[in-house]
């Protein structure tokens, strides 16, 4: 899990992070969570 988990908290948790979320259009912060769906989708069937 940890494998997945850290790189996702690496680019979610930081302050910085949050404000280019906002800064990105919808369709951005749409493929940002179809990537992040994506490989969530990997991991649990690996798992």
Do not use: C, E, W
């Amino acid at each position: 899990r940890n494998s997945v988990s850290a790189p996702v908290q690496s680019f979610v948790s930081p302050s910085s992070g949050l404000q280019i979320s906002r800064r990105l259009n919808p369709d951005a912060r749409s493929l940002v969570l179809f990537l992040f769906m994506t490989s969530l989708h990997d991991y649990l069937s690996i798992k």
